[in-house]
């Protein structure tokens, strides 16, 4: 262009929530870009959000924003253009004439001011109205992440050009032919004037500069082929290496009539059988959910600089690929991407059914709206190379031709990108349509999961949550099963069903499957961990923005007035430390299953809305919760993971321990003949060590490493070892705790008081003096809540109320135990604060006694920690002075959890509690309060 003129600054501004009318004269001002809210223009918002962070100053309706610009006599009939970077629904008047209206949620409005703007001053009139969309939006408009703001968030300038320029330019990069086509439109006569093309490499410290060429147009649609060279370095998410592509359009005489600079990368993104590859080099997609959440502004940056900050966070824990759930983001987005090696995949802003002219609520108008948003999308970021992928919408549902009609049209269009039906698309009854060139879901039937864990009302629920702790297993099986298994029939052709959609519950039509569904394209898990992590509630000083968490001091003040605001920073520190172990193991069978080409967390960082799910390992703002490293967090989350594979964590001494040691490996360097060093320590002391070598192997991205077997020591105590894993001469390592018990005949129970229930013979012990042991059968305590190990799925009261809609079991709502691990107790079962493998029998066969209406100085040597909803106090393990004696009440099968090494372990150490001297509750219970509990 010739000339870019900023209209960065004050502008004039008049809000009308009823649409009345631009009434003059403006009443206050705002500087743009921004939004109404964090420019905090309206009337302050009173309500108080539980499920979502409050917008201070929401705002919707129409906002005017207006501004006198003054243009010089050379550019008076020069072509002209309004580009507005990122807005809503915007209509433009110059000096009272109206121009148009646009409404892309995703791509820049550029509204044609040719012929209106002559030599002096003119008034530009801007209404931005933020209602009334032609679809829902997704998350582009949600007040569950980025808010319905109102305003203009990026670039807003003029845009000049000569009679001749270019648009529309598109680079189509050939990395095998080291080469790039451009395509574009020439506005203006073609003989007049000459394309000029120059490259050099841009973020790399290998410098390499592309000769320049010379192409004499032969006509206004302009193709071109640019030999990039030999040396012409390649971009991929390890080796992200960018050219800047100078194109400019000279007269005969030389003069520059237009100039362009487009960021390119010579990269293939391909669908390769069951994996995807970047430039013929398998890739698996580590990637991570992205909603536009920015609790300071309430709306997505527009500059670089914030994009790569946030983008860097997410490379140092292992992060790929985004998801960007039914939202696109800016350009600096895309940029950011291209710099640091990300896969990107935007989405359209649908969260709903696509549905024909056959179906009685077909929306033509939404559709076509839809449709064009996705071409816009393509148009405005597809020379970036990390836009690699791109789907229709979220869980969406409705009609299959339809859908891939759209996908076909896309591909035809623009064949740079891989594209999906959808995220998750027919969730209970999965299809793959003809033109999908990948897949991401959950399950391909209701059994064949092929995710750690669920939603109750999505049950059944996943291993994280139900099975027996160990590291075994894989997704495969689910993926491509050995065996044909029988569909599973509806009771009709089609059949009304209820599933989860958003916060709330929907009935759909599903059609029963024709045949089992096997997979022919990559497979991506969707949405996976949504492991929730009590509220850090030092984080509501952080809220100084747009959004404020007054969600955050409503939890706050609900656990204050049970009386365990003391506790919250425990609850919290110790359902993060269960929450993530438990994404360890999800990530970790990912990485062991051959057949999976990549994942989506949910998510890396917390989600502010739909009812606060609080389960990132970072917060809201990106920034670590202090719960895990990055470090740590890439042992299992990286372009090379080592991984151990054994039944369980639990052992006693003299057994066996075996474990075959794999690697997921996706790096570009060999591995083969690298020596691998295992070690098991015990307290820094070495119990066993040995080397494997890696072995050069046909599936170079899955190697079989070799099998540890070790004869565990004869241990006297609990004893807790960790087994090592080191690749020398890389930074490629992994640890694992395992317990060791010693091997115990029998239990002694000698002198021991044992009561099932409460009965006149404890009440009499107890009046004389005596101690009873209480262990009641966990299924005869109706004051309390089931036992289960693994931390609450996302968020409680969104997931009640939905199973509450569908008449299905509500969540538990559980978030691991907060231990009194100094407790005598534990004098002979060791135990951290939090839940470790060693709880996992113990828990998952009791139920913890709600003890709301006992006294606040009866605090549970175990606790299980509750959800910011109920906030029970829940006592697992417990102890009181009760008439003259004492009493010990545990809410656990102890026949049960004896049958194992942890459980008979930790009745051992209960026992010789209760025997020992240091047996000295604090806390007096009268009779009837311990009766009442029961």
């Known amino acids: 262009m010739l000339h870019r003129m900023n209209l960065e600054g004050v502008w004039n501004l008049q809000l009308d929530e009823q649409k009345q009318g631009l009434q003059l004269p403006f009443a206050d001002s705002i500087t743009l870009p921004n939004t109404t809210s964090h420019a905090q223009k309206g009337k302050k918002n009173t309500e108080v959000k539980i499920g979502a962070l409050t917008d201070e100053y929401a705002f919707e309706g129409y906002a005017w924003f207006a501004k006198e610009v003054e243009i010089p006599e050379n550019l008076q009939d020069k072509p002209c253009f309004l580009f507005l970077e990122r807005t809503r629904v915007t209509t433009v008047w110059v000096d009272g004439e109206e121009l148009g209206t646009q409404n892309s949620l995703n791509t820049p409005h550029v509204h044609d001011l040719t012929g209106t703007l002559t030599e002096g001053k003119h008034t530009i009139t801007i209404r931005v109205d933020n209602t009334n969309y032609p679809t829902k939006g997704g998350h582009m408009t949600s007040e569950d992440t980025q808010t319905n703001w109102n305003g203009i968030t990026g670039r807003v300038e003029l845009q000049f050009y000569s009679h001749h320029y270019i648009e529309n330019i598109q680079a189509y990069t050939d990395p095998v032919n080291k080469s790039v086509t451009l395509t574009a439109r020439l506005i203006g006569s073609w003989d007049a ?20 060429q010379t192409i004499q147009l032969s006509s206004n649609n302009i193709s071109v082929t640019y ?29 520059v009539l237009d100039s362009h600079h487009v960021f390119v990368g010579l990269r293939e993104f391909t669908a390769a059988g069951d994996k995807f590859a970047i430039n013929g080099k398998n890739t ?179 291993h994280v949550q139900t099975d ?80 404020k968490a007054r969600n955050f001091e409503v939890f706050r003040d609900r656990l204050e007035a049970k009386g365990l605001g003391h506790l919250a920073e425990a609850y919290f520190e110790n359902s993060g430390k269960l929450a993530a172990a438990c994404y360890k193991e999800e990530l970790e069978a990912a990485f062991r299953t051959r057949r999976l080409a990549g994942f989506q967390l949910l998510d890396l960082q917390d989600f502010s809305g739909q009812g606060t799910a609080l389960v990132g390992m970072l917060d809201a703002f990106m920034d670590s919760k202090g719960l895990i490293t990055p470090e740590e967090w890439r042992t299992f989350c990286s372009d090379a993971v080592l991984l151990a594979r054994f039944e369980r964590y639990n052992y006693e001494a003299g057994e066996s321990f075996e474990a075959a040691i794999e690697l997921s490996y996706y790096r570009t360097e060999s591995i083969d003949s690298k020596v691998l060093k295992w070690e098991m320590l015990s307290k820094g002391t070495s119990l066993a060590e040995g080397e494997l070598i890696v072995p050069a192997s046909p599936d170079s ?129 060791l135990s951290e604060t939090y839940s470790t493998y060693p709880w996992w029998n113990i828990v998952m066969n009791s139920r913890s006694i709600i003890l709301d209406e006992t006294e606040s100085k009866l605090e549970p040597i175990v606790q299980t920690i509750d959800n910011f909803e109920r906030n029970h106090k829940l006592g697992l393990l417990f102890e009181a002075r009760v008439s003259k004696g004492r009493v010990f009440v545990g809410t656990f099968d102890d026949k049960k959890i004896a049958h194992t090494p942890e459980g008979k372990q930790f009745l051992l150490s209960i026992l010789h509690y209760v025997k020992s001297d240091n047996y000295r509750p604090e806390i007096e219970l009268h009779y009837d309060e311990l009766e009442k509990l029961l």
Not at 201 to 212: A, C, L
Not at 230 to 250: R, T, V
Not at 473 to 479: A, G, P, R, W
């Open 227 to 255: 030999d990039m060279g030999n040396d012409a370095l390649l971009w991929s998410d390890l080796e992200p290496n960018l050219y800047e592509l100078k194109i400019e359009l000279k007269a005969v005489s030389g003069e």
């Open 468 to 547: 027996l702790p160990g590291t075994m297993k894989d997704y495969d099986e689910q993926i491509v099963p050995s065996a044909k298994t029988e569909i599973e029939e509806l009771s009709a052709d089609t059949q009304s069903i209820q599933i989860q959609y958003g916060t709330e519950m929907r009935t759909v039509q599903a059609e029963t499957a024709e045949e089992q569904l096997i997979p022919h394209i990559p497979v991506i898990s969707h949405e996976i961990g949504q492991y929730a992590t009590y509220p850090n509630f030092k984080e509501i000083e952080k809220y100084t923005g747009s959004l």
């Open 701 to 829: 991205n899955h190697i079989q490493i070799g099998t540890i077997l070790i004869q565990l020591p004869e241990v006297e105590v609990m004893t807790q070892v960790e087994l090592k894993l080191t690749i020398e001469e890389t930074d490629i390592y992994k640890n694992y705790d395992l317990w060791v018990y010693p091997e115990h005949t029998e239990l002694d129970w000698t002198g021991i008081h044992l009561f099932r229930e409460l009965n006149d013979q404890a009440k009499e012990l107890l009046e004389h003096g005596e101690d009873i042991l209480l262990l009641p059968d966990p299924a005869s305590l109706t004051h309390s809540i089931e036992g289960t190990y693994c931390t609450d799925f996302w968020c409680y009261p969104m997931f009640r109320s939905i199973s509450e809609s569908m008449n299905k079991p509500t969540p538990v709502g559980t978030m691991g135990l907060y231990i009194d691990n100094k407790h005598p107790v534990f004098e002979h079962f």
């Open 284 to 462: 698996f997609l580590r990637g991570k959910h992205d909603g536009l959440i920015f609790p300071l502004t309430g709306y997505a940056p527009t500059d670089v600089e914030e994009w790569l900050r946030i983008m860097k966070i997410s490379k140092s824990y292992g992060i790929n690929h985004y998801r960007f759930h039914t939202c696109c983001p800016p350009e600096a987005a895309f940029i950011a991407a291209d710099m640091l090696g990300i896969y990107m995949e935007p989405e359209l802003p649908f969260w709903g059914t696509i549905t024909d002219e056959t179906h009685e609520q077909h929306n033509q108008a939404e559709q076509d709206y839809l449709i064009s948003e996705g071409y816009a999308m393509l148009r405005e970021f597809g020379n970036h190379p990390s836009f690699v992928m791109m789907s229709l919408g979220n869980e969406l549902w409705g009609s299959k031709d339809r859908l891939n009609e759209i996908l076909k049209q896309y591909k035809d269009y623009d064949s740079r990108h891989l594209y999906t039906e959808g995220s998750n698309n027919f969730q209970f009854v999965p299809v793959i349509l003809e033109e999908d060139d990948f897949y991401c879901g959950v399950r391909f039937s209701k059994d064949r999961l092929f995710r750690g864990s669920y939603a109750m009302c999505d049950a059944p629920l996943g």
């Open 193 to 212: 004037a000459k394309l000029h093309i120059s490259a050099s490499s841009s973020n790399t410290d290998v410098r390499h500069t592309v000769r320049e």
